[in-house]
């Protein structure tokens, strides 16, 4: 509960806040792509597994892009998904798996399970990753795989 008063906090204040961009204005070279996911959609809450840093640098997330685009519409919500463009060297990227609720009251008087990882990788040029993880109150899990369905080796 406190955690979920604290994110949307941030992102009550974050309004005009810059983001991070993982690609340099000007580079050529290699990328990957690692995407954010979402799993158990209801009507009233999905669960959602996003990257929030990219080696300790905030970036725009598919939690913040959905709340804002759905801010005064009660519990309708579509979710939005975040695909970060990444260079292929070694980074890492902290990531967060919770319960998104698409209004307050829901969030204030539900538990969101949430799990945060950092994972240590260097992304393969061309493959597509994914934020992926289980929210349960038996316990919560968070990685990121590649188009395979293999994890990645994280430190």
Not at 31 to 36: E, L, S
Not at 69 to 91: C, R
Not at 143 to 149: A, H, K, T, V, Y
Request: with cysteine; glycine share 8%.
């Amino acid at each position: 509960m406190f955690r979920f008063i604290c994110i949307f906090l941030l992102v009550a204040l974050s309004g005009c806040a810059s983001f991070y961009e993982p690609i340099p204005q000007g580079y050529s070279g290699e990328t990957a792509t690692v995407m954010d996911s979402y799993a158990n959609k209801t009507s009233l809450d999905a669960h959602y597994f996003y990257v929030t840093k990219i080696d300790e640098k905030r970036v725009e997330t598919s939690w913040y892009l959905t709340r804002v685009a759905h801010i005064g519409k009660g519990t309708m919500f579509s979710p939005i998904i975040k695909e970060h463009q990444v260079t292929t060297q070694e980074q890492t990227f902290s990531v967060i798996g919770h319960i998104f609720y698409p209004t307050d009251a829901q969030g204030l008087f539900s538990d969101d399970l949430t799990v945060e990882k950092n994972v240590t990788f260097s992304p393969k040029a061309g493959e597509v990753y994914t934020v992926k993880g289980k929210l349960s109150p038996q316990g919560s899990t968070i990685w990121i795989e590649d188009s395979s369905g293999r994890k990645v080796a994280d430190s």
